[in-house]
């Protein structure tokens, strides 16, 4: 019998690869809780409707991308292949535009699930931080959240120089009329558009803008673009957030073909690319979505904006610019016993330090002490704590630094401090 190999584009995270992993999501973390982000926990799992009209009917993902199943209640389930969805249904289901206090100020992270064609950087599970902002209409807030999403960027350890923010206006849904009948008598005009473009119009004819087909960059390149048609309101708010992110040194690329896969964006979209990651450079992304909560059924206009940003391409885009932060051992301590008599002694100094907050661990299989010390130069740590006989009888431990290789006694009690961790 053979061990079952994981399932094609999920990845396993090991260390120590995985604390790079954790070290980015906790700088995303940190940035949303340090401008009032409150974390939500949402399920993996919702009502595939949530996504079906959430996402939008003409995107990739609701065509083809979503793990969709039938529950043995006969309910159809989906995993969550984004979180904005999600969340804005768990604050809609809790009455939040009505509780006051708005704007509302979330963030979120977890798992994704996309059954997309996995290649470098793109992956059927992945991970995501993301921040939401629900109930106002203020181009500050657009500002602030693109700012965190760069900031967060920073935090993780990518530089400025390698970091490109694409942004663009998409204007009021109320807008698009006009424009997409241009837009189509444009597409109209041009022979042979590939049968997967013809499809995608028929539903949303932005979707033309995001499509992959032999030639269709070309033939986009003339099209109209909604940023030329959007309300003057529209235009002003997408000036004042220019403006208050320029003035906070956020360098933008304006890019007019940004146009995201994702049918629910409204006025300002943006995205976050790195260099260094091949044809998936999209770190992160992000927009306003002023009528999704109505696309969800909510009866009234409950305006949000937000990101996400993506772990496991931020994690490639470190390495690729060779920018991994540096990381702290897996232990600060290693305990050696002398003897395997002693494992309840040593299991207690590694209970007492770890009580302490100093991260420890122990040797088992009552190695040499030669192998225990091999163990703890392996684990990173940079103390040694030696307990044999003698350091039992007088109530010590023997501390060594495993770097400088010096050695002394220290009182049992006094361990903790004299680590200075
Ligand atoms: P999106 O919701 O498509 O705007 O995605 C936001 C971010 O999540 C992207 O910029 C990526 O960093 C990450 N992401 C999205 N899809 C995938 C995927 N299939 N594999 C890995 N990361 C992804």
């Known amino acids: 019998m053979q061990v079952p190999e994981g399932v094609k584009g999920a990845p396993d995270w090991l260390p120590p690869e995985a604390r790079v992993f954790d070290a980015v999501e906790a700088a995303f973390l940190a940035t949303a809780r340090l401008a009032g982000y409150e974390r939500v926990r949402v399920p993996v799992f919702e009502q595939t409707e949530v996504f079906a009209r959430g996402v939008g009917a003409s995107t990739d993902i609701v065509q083809k991308e979503m ?3 039938t529950d043995k209640g006969g309910r159809s389930l989906t995993l969550r292949p984004e979180g904005t969805a999600g969340v804005l249904r768990a604050a809609l289901e809790a009455g939040v535009p009505r509780a006051g206090a708005l704007p509302v100020k979330w963030s979120y992270a977890g798992e994704f699930f ?3 064609r996995p290649q470098a950087g793109r992956q059927r599970q992945f991970s995501q931080v993301g921040i939401e902002a629900f109930g106002s209409d203020d181009p500050a807030l657009d500002a602030e959240v693109v700012l965190l999403g760069w900031e967060a960027l920073l935090r993780a350890g990518l530089e400025r120089d390698v970091l490109t923010v694409r942004m663009n206006t998409l204007g009021d849904r109320t807008d698009r009329g006009p424009y997409l009948e241009r837009l189509n008598a444009y597409l109209d005009g041009i022979a042979g558009l590939p049968a997967e473009v013809e499809e995608r ?3 949303n004819p932005l979707r033309a803008f995001d ?3 032999p030639g269709m ?3 986009m390149a003339d099209a109209p673009v909604l940023a030329d048609h959007v309300s003057d309101d529209a235009k ?3 000036e004042t957030v220019v403006t208050l992110l320029e003035a906070e040194g956020v360098p933008l690329t304006h890019d007019p073909h940004l146009v995201r896969g994702l049918d629910y964006y409204t006025r300002t979209a943006f995205e976050y690319q790195a260099a260094g990651l091949g044809a998936q450079n999209a770190v992160g992304g992000g927009g306003r979505y002023d009528g999704l909560a109505e696309d969800l059924g909510w009866p009234e206009r409950f305006p949000g904006i937000g990101w996400a940003l993506g772990v496991d391409r931020t994690v490639l885009a470190l390495r690729s610019a060779g920018a991994e932060p540096p ?8 305990v050696v016993a002398t003897d395997t008599a002693l494992r309840g002694a040593a299991l207690a100094l590694a209970t007492a330090l770890r009580r ?5 661990d122990f040797a088992c299989d009552g190695r040499s002490v030669k192998a225990q010390f091999k163990a703890a130069d392996r684990s990173g740590a940079r103390y040694a704590l030696v307990l044999g006989p003698a350091e039992i009888d007088r109530g010590v431990v023997t501390v060594k630094d495993l770097g400088s290789g010096e050695q002394r006694a220290v009182a049992r009690d006094a361990v903790v401090d004299a680590l200075g961790l």
């Open 236 to 238: 002003h708010h997408h």
């Open 211 to 213: 499509s992959k087909a």
């Open 114 to 116: 996309r059954q997309e």
């Open 327 to 334: 990381l702290p051992g897996r232990v600060a301590a290693f």
């Open 217 to 219: 960059a070309a033939i």
């Open 201 to 203: 119009r028929r539903l």
């Open 356 to 360: 302490a907050g100093v991260a420890t």
């Open 67 to 69: 793990y969709t199943f």
